[in-house]
């Protein structure tokens, strides 16, 4: 699985962060690390989630695009493959 770190910007609702988390399970992602604050202005959110999954993070990309409250999606770092260790 590859992993890849996303940075979101949104407008500062209850319901948003569910909804972005929502999204990225119904695509097909993992989230393995997620941090969340409110931006210096009180009215956005800055999310930014390290998310794997074999599948293209552009898959990803388009679907948050499309959420009301988000004003806007990066993908900061692309294609780092995980290690699965087992014993």
């Not at 993070?57 to 388009?62: G, I």
């Amino acid at each position: 699985m590859m992993q890849h770190q996303v940075a979101v910007q949104a407008r500062f609702n209850p319901e948003t962060l569910e909804r972005v988390l929502r999204v990225v399970r119904h695509r097909g992602f993992q989230i393995c690390a997620m941090n969340m604050e409110t931006a210096t202005d009180a009215q956005s959110i800055n999310i930014e989630l390290t998310v794997a999954s074999p599948r293209s993070v552009e898959l990803l990309f388009s679907q948050l695009s499309k959420l009301v409250d988000v004003a806007r999606v990066e993908i900061q770092q692309r294609s780092t493959p995980t290690q699965q260790i087992r014993a």
